[in-house]
């Protein structure tokens, strides 16, 4: 986030980039990763909109977090008004994308009803300031993999294998926020309990080779989740080398193309 969004008093000028657009790069990730997935799995136009709706919701939240942290403040800093006027233009083309989609047959209401709890999580720590704690972070990439059976439906994908989609984008978006918050930590000097977040990649592993057993997913979801147990194993070993929360975030950013690359393989070629 700039200096000039984060300065209440209006010091110095607003600028809307700051505002209107996140500054952290795993976000972007979790954005990407689910639409990509869904219009492999099955492009439509109808997708094409929803991806768009997903895009348009994900960028209103930066802007609306921080008009709720203002509120809860009990303040209107020169830039609350410009941040409710930027949330509002992006939920307005969110509801126009969404209403487009359904306009051509598409039905997303299932996914966005399961989304909606995870959504509402990640708003509720955003409004009370801290959006920065594992739990909002998990949950509001869980929300946005949503996106990827929404859009997956709407182009007549199998209902099993959007959904598994959405399964597998969730334990990889889990599993990635406790790494990288234990890397950090460990990285920092501090303690971070590895041996939790080896566990969680484990029964991420298992839960990969069950969706697949069940028809749910390619079974590259498996080696993609060996992958990352494996990172997971090397990333918080001694042998690591520190690297700064930058460098970090662009190797998840890695991983990521590469969780989607595999899975949208396997999906394609029934691997």
């Known amino acids: 986030m700039g200096e000039d969004a984060l300065d209440p008093g209006g010091r110095t000028t607003l600028q809307w980039k700051t505002l ?3 500054a952290e790069h795993g976000g972007w990730g979790f954005l990407a990763e689910p639409i990509v ?12 909109l929803l991806a768009l709706a997903a895009v348009a919701a994900f960028l209103a939240r930066h802007p609306l977090r921080l008009v709720l942290v203002d509120r809860r403040k009990g303040a209107r800093y020169p830039r609350t008004a410009l941040a409710a006027r930027i949330a509002a233009g992006y939920g307005a083309l969110a509801l126009c994308a969404l209403a487009g989609a359904v306009a051509l047959g598409a039905s997303p209401w299932a996914p966005l009803l399961v989304a909606v709890p995870a959504g509402l999580v990640a708003l509720g720590y955003d409004a009370s300031g801290r959006s920065r704690e594992a739990l909002p972070e998990a949950a509001g990439a869980v929300a946005l993999g949503g996106s990827a059976t ?7 994908a199998p209902a099993g294998a959007a959904w598994g989609a959405w399964a597998l984008l969730a ?13 950090i930590r ?4 501090l303690p971070a309990g590895p041996r939790a977040v080896h566990a969680g990649h484990g029964a991420a592993l298992l839960a990969a080779a069950g969706l697949a057993a069940a ?5 590259l979801a498996a080696l993609v989740f060996l992958v990352l147990l494996l990172r997971s194993a090397w990333g918080l070993s001694s042998l690591r080398r ?3 929360p930058q460098v970090l975030g ?4 890695g991983y990521g193309l590469l969780t989607l690359l595999l899975l949208a393989v396997g999906y394609r070629l029934g691997a």
């Open 171 to 183: 334990l990889r978006a889990v599993t990635s926020v406790l790494y990288v918050r234990a890397r």
């Open 37 to 48: 997935l869904g219009l492999v799995l099955a492009p439509s136009a109808a997708g094409l």
């Open 215 to 219: 028809g749910w997913a390619p079974w």
């Open 186 to 189: 460990l990285d920092r000097g």
């Open 20 to 22: 209107a657009l996140p």
């Open 250 to 253: 662009f190797q998840e950013l």
């Open 150 to 156: 929404a859009v997956a439906l709407a182009g007549g």
């Open 242 to 244: 520190p690297v700064r």
